[in-house]
């Protein structure tokens, strides 16, 4: 899987919600505020399910309410399309989660 040039992860970026790249950590990273803890863990069984379709996994930290997403190709060393995808993917599964205004 190739990596993607620094346009290519800017012009990604454009089209999805909260993600900034971290180049220190060659990863995409996004922060979701939930509610409460369980919807947090919820959240998180969502993006396994998703992640498990497409075998291609983000790390997740949980701290409480917040649930923090890293996405990068660990075999590649950097960020890939499949990144991207994934990270979309976790855009709509956040929004779906998140309970409406």
């Known amino acids: 899987m190739a990596l993607l040039s620094e346009e290519q992860i800017t012009e990604g970026l454009a089209g999805l919600e909260g993600w900034e790249w971290d180049r220190e950590a060659g990863a995409l990273r996004r922060s979701v505020e939930m509610p409460d803890f369980i919807s947090g863990i919820h ?59």
């Open 43 to 101: 959240l998180v069984t969502a993006v396994a399910r998703a992640a498990e379709e497409v075998d291609h996994h983000p790390d997740i930290d949980i701290r409480y309410t917040t649930v923090t997403f890293h996405q990068t190709t660990h075999a590649a060393g950097g960020i890939t399309r499949a990144d991207l995808d994934m990270a979309a993917r976790i855009d709509a599964l956040a929004a779906e989660a998140l309970p409406r205004s």
